[in-house]
């Protein structure tokens, strides 16, 4: 993005910029198979300035009643179609931060290892998403701030990527880049991400303010 250019994350992909960001397209079977062709098409846009990591996703349907997305707590959104966006900042297939957002934009971040800890869903990332149902599929949008996560510094690696796709009432999900098991483990998979350069990195602490409150009620026995 310019300096003078913002995006709004509502999940209307109505931003010049939008229209000339390369289009990712191709996705292919990952799950319960692989290699197979999703029922419908994925295009998917990225953007970058200083402070956040912007994606943009167009999902349709070979049959639009298909699409199942529920107003849900954040996290609850494992029966809905979703996207999922992991992300490698150090390129070396050991740690990715993910990312899953279902069609109505509510959120579900996991941090994923090689080693260990394996699926952390324990782990959350401030952010922001936003999606909306339309005719045909669901839109979407979502912006990272780059100091929700950690990345290395003073480096012109390229950063690695994966992008899903989860159709939920066929239980099926589409990746790209193209996913198998023969390969080895998933982060080793991923796709590069050329281009990104970052502001300032988090620190991976997180201030939530809380109110408790109490209420009770009694009567004469």
């Known amino acids: ?13 109505d931003e010049a910029a939008w229209q000339r960001a390369e289009v990712i397209s191709q996705f292919s079977g990952m799950h319960p198979t692989e290699g197979f062709e999703p029922a419908g098409t994925t295009r998917v846009r990225i953007l970058t300035d200083s402070k956040h990591l912007y994606f943009a996703w167009e999902c349709r349907f070979d049959d639009p009643t298909r699409v199942r997305a529920y107003l849900a707590q954040r996290e609850d959104i494992n029966r809905d179609d979703q996207v999922g966006i992991y992300l490698d900042p150090f390129g070396d297939g050991r740690r990715a931060y993910v990312f899953y957002v279902n069609a ?18 324990a782990w959350d990332a401030v952010y922001s998403s936003a999606g909306r149902i339309v005719d045909d599929g669901f839109d979407g949008e979502i912006a990272i701030p780059f100091r929700s996560i950690r990345f290395p510094a003073d480096t012109d690696a390229p950063w690695k990527l994966l992008l899903t796709r989860k159709f939920a009432k066929r239980d ?6 193209d996913i198998r098991r023969e390969r080895g483990h998933l982060l080793q998979q991923l796709a590069p991400l050329v281009g990104v350069k970052p502001g300032r990195s988090g620190i991976g602490l997180e201030i939530l303010p809380t109110i408790v409150g ?3 009620q009694s009567r004469e026995s």
């Open 104 to 121: 109505l934009g509510i959120q579900q971040d996991i941090l994923l290892t090689t080693k260990h800890m394996g699926w952390n869903p």
């Open 172 to 177: 099926e999900k589409g990746s790209h880049p």
């Open 214 to 216: 109490r209420t009770g």
């Open 1 to 13: 993005l310019s300096a003078d250019e913002k995006v709004a994350v509502d999940g209307r992909l």
